[in-house]
C-alpha cells in the first residue's frame, strides 16, 4: 500500500520537486559520527592518561566547542566553494549558449543520443528543450555537468553539522558529568561511557547505512569498528604519556 500510494501522479510530482540539492542529511551524519568519534577518543586518551573526571569534562567541553566550530566552518567553506562553482559554471554555459548556440544545441544532442534516442525522436527532445532558454540550461547544468538546479545553504549545512557534533559528541562526556556533579559517583564511568558511546556509533552508522542503501548492520557495525579504532589508539596514547610523565 505505501509503494502504490508513492507511485500516484501527485506523489510522483511532490518528490521530483524536491530538489536532491537541498539535502542535509549528509552535513549530519558527517557531524555526528566526528562528535562522537572524537569526544571519546580524548575522554580514552584522558583516562588512559590517569586524569580525574573532572579534567575529562573539561577537555570534552572545549572539544565540544572547538572542534564543532572548526567542523561547522569548514563545511561553510566548503559548502559555499560548491556553490560558486556551481554558479560559476551556469554563467558560462548562459554565455556560451549565447556566443556558440549551434554548439550547445550539439551538446544536448550528444547528451540524449548517448540515452538511446536517436533518429526523428532524438531531433524532437532536442528542439523542445532547446525552445525554452531556461530549460535549456537547466538540462545543460544537469546532463553536463551532474549539478543540482538549487545549490546547498552554507549556512544550513554548517548549523547540521555542529548541531549533530554537539548532540552526538555530548554522549560520551554523560557518565562524567554525573559523576561530577552528583553527590553518589557514578561507578566506573569510563566503561559506562564506553557503552553509551559504542550504541551511539552504532545507530549513527546504522542510520548512515539506511540512508547510502547500506546493509543497517553493516554501517553500525562498520562505523562501531572505527570509532572503536579510534578511541583505542587514544587511550594507548594516553597510557604511554602517563608513562612519561611518571618517569619524569
Same mark, same amino acid.
Given at each position: 500500500m505505501?509503494?502504490?500510494a508513492?507511485?500516484?501522479?501527485?506523489? +510522483?510530482?511532490?518528490?521530483?520537486?524536491v530538489?536532491a540539492g537541498? @539535502?542535509?542529511?549528509?552535513?549530519v551524519?558527517?557531524?555526528?559520527v566526528d562528535?562522537?568519534?572524537?569526544?571519546?577518543?580524548?575522554?580514552a586518551?584522558?583516562i588512559?592518561?590517569g586524569?580525574?573526571?573532572?579534567?575529562?569534562?573539561?577537555?570534552?567541553?572545549?572539544?565540544l566547542?572547538?572542534?564543532?566550530?572548526?567542523?561547522a566552518?569548514?563545511?561553510y567553506?566548503g559548502t559555499?566553494?560548491?556553490?560558486?562553482?556551481?554558479l560559476?559554471?551556469l554563467?558560462?554555459?548562459?554565455?556560451q549558449l @549565447?556566443?556558440y548556440?549551434d554548439g550547445?544545441?550539439?551538446?544536448i544532442?550528444?547528451?540524449y543520443?548517448?540515452?538511446?534516442?536517436?533518429g526523428e525522436?532524438?531531433?524532437h527532445?532536442?528542439?523542445?528543450?532547446?525552445a525554452?532558454r531556461?530549460?535549456?540550461?537547466?538540462?545543460m547544468?544537469?546532463e553536463?555537468?551532474d549539478?543540482p538546479?538549487?545549490?546547498r545553504?552554507a549556512?544550513r549545512?554548517?548549523?547540521?553539522?555542529?548541531?549533530a557534533?554537539?548532540a552526538?559528541?555530548?554522549?560520551p562526556?554523560l557518565?562524567?558529568?554525573g559523576?561530577?556533579?552528583?553527590?553518589s559517583?557514578v561507578?566506573a564511568p569510563?566503561?559506562l561511557?564506553a557503552?553509551?558511546?559504542g550504541?551511539?556509533f552504532f545507530?549513527?552508522?546504522?542510520?548512515?547505512?539506511? +540512508?547510502v542503501a547500506?546493509?543497517?548492520?553493516?554501517?553500525?557495525l562498520?562505523?562501531?569498528?572505527i570509532?572503536g579504532?579510534?578511541?583505542?589508539?587514544?587511550?594507548?596514547?594516553?597510557?604511554?604519556?602517563q608513562?612519561?610523565?611518571d618517569?619524569a
Amino acid at each position: 500500500m505505501g509503494q502504490r500510494a508513492s507511485h500516484t501522479p501527485e506523489a +510522483i510530482r511532490e518528490r521530483l520537486d524536491v530538489d536532491a540539492g537541498q @539535502d542535509y542529511l549528509r552535513d549530519v551524519i558527517y557531524g555526528a559520527v566526528d562528535g562522537a568519534v572524537t569526544t571519546f577518543a580524548i575522554a580514552a586518551g584522558a583516562i588512559g592518561a590517569g586524569l580525574s573526571s573532572s579534567v575529562v569534562l573539561v577537555l570534552g567541553v572545549a572539544n565540544l566547542l572547538a572542534d564543532g566550530l572548526s567542523m561547522a566552518a569548514s563545511n561553510y567553506l566548503g559548502t559555499s566553494a560548491d556553490e560558486e562553482r556551481r554558479l560559476r559554471i551556469l554563467r558560462d554555459e548562459e554565455a556560451q549558449l @549565447d556566443a556558440y548556440p549551434d554548439g550547445e544545441r550539439e551538446v544536448i544532442r550528444q547528451i540524449y543520443a548517448r540515452k538511446g534516442f536517436g533518429g526523428e525522436g532524438l531531433e524532437h527532445v532536442v528542439e523542445v528543450i532547446t525552445a525554452d532558454r531556461e530549460r535549456w540550461l537547466h538540462t545543460m547544468l544537469r546532463e553536463e555537468h551532474d549539478l543540482p538546479l538549487v545549490g546547498r545553504s552554507a549556512w544550513r549545512a554548517a548549523f547540521a553539522t555542529f548541531l549533530a557534533f554537539l548532540a552526538l559528541g555530548t554522549i560520551p562526556l554523560l557518565p562524567f558529568i554525573g559523576d561530577v556533579v552528583s553527590e553518589s559517583r557514578v561507578p566506573a564511568p569510563f566503561a559506562l561511557s564506553a557503552t553509551l558511546t559504542g550504541s551511539a556509533f552504532f545507530v549513527v552508522g546504522a542510520a548512515k547505512g539506511r +540512508i547510502v542503501a547500506q546493509p543497517w548492520l553493516r554501517g553500525g557495525l562498520e562505523t562501531l569498528a572505527i570509532g572503536g579504532a579510534a578511541a583505542s589508539v587514544a587511550f594507548a596514547v594516553g597510557i604511554a604519556l602517563q608513562g612519561l610523565i611518571d618517569g619524569a
